[in-house]
């Protein structure tokens, strides 16, 4: 295996990224190789906890998995592993993801012979908040093959029912999210608000996946605290080819943690969650 770290693209208003690319063996693989994208979710960011030995596991078994940040998650090209840029995080939102996302995707079309990828072969993988991303950016992208969902939610507007919430916000201009881990109050500018609002029909994930012809493979896990199995069910009643897979005991990041030591065995979640996934991109 071969691991190109921390490779750095131009994403959406002219901020950089890094990405992470996992190549297979080429003494055991020689046909160019499947490639899958996969996009964190909401205060995600591609090195945590197990994604590294998860991205090593399809690498193993001849795909190769390209994990990146978006441009406006927090952190930088220089310190990845930190939410070291609080203001970028604020001015996020999800035509910047999905922008960031298309720049991905166009790197690997603009480069797949000089890593031996198989440009037609393309799947994406969305985590969390990122299963919406992935749903979305597949549904107008004839580049994408398959659709692979991980605890994803159901739509975008999943967090803002709130009435009294959303006019707090627009006065204040700003919520916060508290970080658990780190201790951090993490803003979240009324931008954000205003954005899906602009978009709110491309936005919306319902219309996309009604129509959408492509194969989709939702995977939530049955103990999921942070997205209730019911945005799954969403996901796969409105989704035209969907199968809903469901991991019974399985938390929302099936098993991790961050940090992830690589002495650590992958959770048992966690290895059936990539059995499944490679079921599915293998046509099984």
Known sequence: MKIIDNKVLYGTAGRHFSFDLYLPDTDKFTTPFPLLIFAHGFKGFKDWGHWHKIAAQFS??????????????????????????????????????????????????????????????????????????????????ARISKIVCWAAVHELDYAWQDALQLEQWKNDGVIYSKNVRTGQDMPLYYQLYEDYLSNRDRLSVK??????????????????????????????QYALNSTLKIIEGADHVFGGRHPFHEADSLPEHTQVLIQKTLNFLRGF
């Open 60 to 141: 193993a078994r001849g795909f190769a998995f390209l994990k990146f940040n978006f441009s406006h998650n927090g952190t930088s090209p220089e310190n990845p592993t930190e939410f070291c840029d609080l203001e970028a995080f604020g001015n996020n939102n999800f035509s910047k993801e999905l922008g960031d996302l298309n720049c991905i995707i166009n790197w690997a079309s603009e480069n797949a012979n000089d890593y031996n990828l198989d440009k037609d072969n393309i799947s994406l993988i969305g985590h969390s908040r990122g299963g919406p991303i992935v749903l979305l950016q597949g549904a107008n992208d």
């Open 207 to 236: 219309k996309a996946i009604s129509t959408l012809n492509k194969e989709i493979l939702i995977i939530h896990g049955s103990d999921d605290p942070a997205v209730p199995l019911k945005s799954a069910e969403y996901l796969n």
